[in-house]
């Protein structure tokens, strides 16, 4: 396992990621907390339910997650530009295969 993110390692990222937010009530979960729950799931491939209970509920992640790789800027999502930013790029196959084997209908379950 990769070792956890430094908040200035993951400040070029936060802030592409706060601007993708939607408003609708005060955030609960540190978004670096969020962040490398996406990608301890990408790197581990367990399902969104097995999540380790230090990380936010699998719900919480599985929304952000959906949020971040829902809209694509050319052929990339906020998702993998933001990995690109907190230099998490050696994981951007693993979520490109993750997405592409969500049962159609069913969203980015993998």
């Avoid at 949020?67 to 694509?72: C, D, F, L, P």
């Avoid at 906020?78 to 069913?106: C, H, K, N, S, V």
Wanted: aromatic share 10%; glycine share 8%.
């Amino acid at each position: 396992m990769a070792a956890p993110l430094t908040p200035e390692q993951f400040a070029p990222a936060r802030a592409l990621l706060e601007g993708a937010r939607r408003r609708t009530r005060p955030r609960v979960h540190d978004l670096i907390n969020v962040f490398e729950a996406v990608m301890y799931l990408l790197e581990t491939g367990i399902p969104w339910r097995s999540l380790p209970p230090h990380f936010p509920p699998w719900r919480t992640v599985h929304e952000y997650f959906t949020q971040w790789t829902m809209g694509r800027d050319g052929d990339r999502t906020l998702l993998e530009r933001a990995m690109e930013l907190a230099g998490q790029q050696e994981l951007i196959p693993r979520l490109r295969t993750r997405l592409g084997a969500a049962p159609a209908g069913e969203g980015a379950y993998g």
